[in-house]
């Protein structure tokens, strides 16, 4: 039963739907890399060359070269099914139908945005001991979680960024209400968004977006944030007791390849089972890794529930 034949009337109002975020926020903002039958790669160059002075005489050349290497892993299949009697779906509303093609896509949106954010922590807990060229193994944590983010912590974190010589976008996703809590900074409130236009959240109006300083810095729902003390849980209102990571990258520091992101779900009679009900089903294969320890920051400061002026 193709996707096409739910779609063909249209009424006033569509379903009540507890709100959720519809994902794909974050698609464009990291590194591609290459698939191989099914491995991801993503090279990686460390080392300098480094000019030296001629002494006037006939010498030997002094070659240099660069440490490449090549961060290699497994892509991960994903999945999502629903099921519908086939007797139901001859009365349901055309709403109906396109509110379970709208959750089976947002399905596959999170878990784009989810590989991203569990890419980005297991970097900061693990680091990569294999990255060439010498230096930082391990992202740097700014915060130890027992003070409200502040916008000199924002101002450390890509300040140590820039330092590094990256001259790349940088983007921190961050709560809604982290983002308040920094719009009680004149200097902040009065900042707009600076960055590409073409990105999912620059496009989406939903998503509140400043670029401070060279960094872009969105407020996504709540859900995207399960890391820390207080994470997310389905059904809440307000933050528990405790802090929330969040992270800073530059678009090279990080890989994401998903190369196979199936939103459009396939319907089919689920042949064997009483009734022939319909099997609906989306996939997704990818993968994501932390590539550059200097190009990634972790924040770790206080979930809030409300804002404080600052002194």
């Keep these: 039963m193709p996707v096409e034949a739910w779609f063909k009337e249209k009424i006033r109002d569509d379903v009540a739907t507890r709100l959720q975020s519809r994902g794909g926020l974050l698609d464009g903002t990291m590194k591609t890399g290459e698939n191989i039958a099914g491995t991801v790669k993503f090279p990686i160059a460390g080392g300098r060359i480094v000019m030296y002075k001629l002494s006037g005489a006939i010498e030997e050349v002094r070659p240099q070269g660069l440490d490449i ?17 086939n007797q139901d779906s001859m009365r349901q509303t055309p709403s109906y139908q396109a509110e379970v093609a709208g959750a089976m896509a947002k399905s596959v949106r999170m878990k784009r945005d ?26 740097k944590t700014i915060g130890d979680g027992t003070a409200r983010i502040d916008l000199t912590d924002v101002n450390k974190a890509s300040a140590q960024i820039r330092g590094v010589g990256s001259d790349e976008e940088v983007y921190w996703p961050i709560p809604f ?15 707009d968004y600076q960055g590409d236009k073409d990105l999912p959240f620059a496009q989406s109006g939903v998503v509140d977006k400043k ?21 997310w849980v389905q059904g809440q209102e307000e933050w528990s007791a405790g802090y929330i990571d969040t992270f800073m990258w530059t678009k090279s520091a990080v890989g994401c390849e998903t190369f196979w ?51």
């Design 69 to 85: 290497d090549v961060v290699s892993l497994q892509a991960t299949d994903y999945t999502a099914e629903a099921t519908i009697r």
């Design 114 to 139: 989810g590989l991203k954010f569990d890419a980005l922590n297991a970097f900061c807990n693990t680091g990569n001991a294999n990255i060439p060229g010498g230096g930082p193994t391990t992202p």
């Design 177 to 191: 209400m982290w983002f308040e809590q920094l719009c009680w900074y004149k200097e902040f409130a009065s900042k």
């Design 211 to 231: 670029t401070w300083k060279g960094v872009h810095i969105m407020a996504l729902p709540d859900e995207h944030f399960t890391y820390g003390t207080a994470p």
């Design 261 to 311: 992101s199936k939103e459009q779900m396939d319907i089919n009679e689920w042949v064997g089972k009483a009734g022939k009900p319909l099997l609906c089903d989306t996939a997704l294969s990818g993968a994501a890794v932390g590539l550059l320890p200097e190009g990634v920051k972790r924040l770790r400061f206080l979930a809030i529930n409300d804002t404080v002026r600052p002194s």
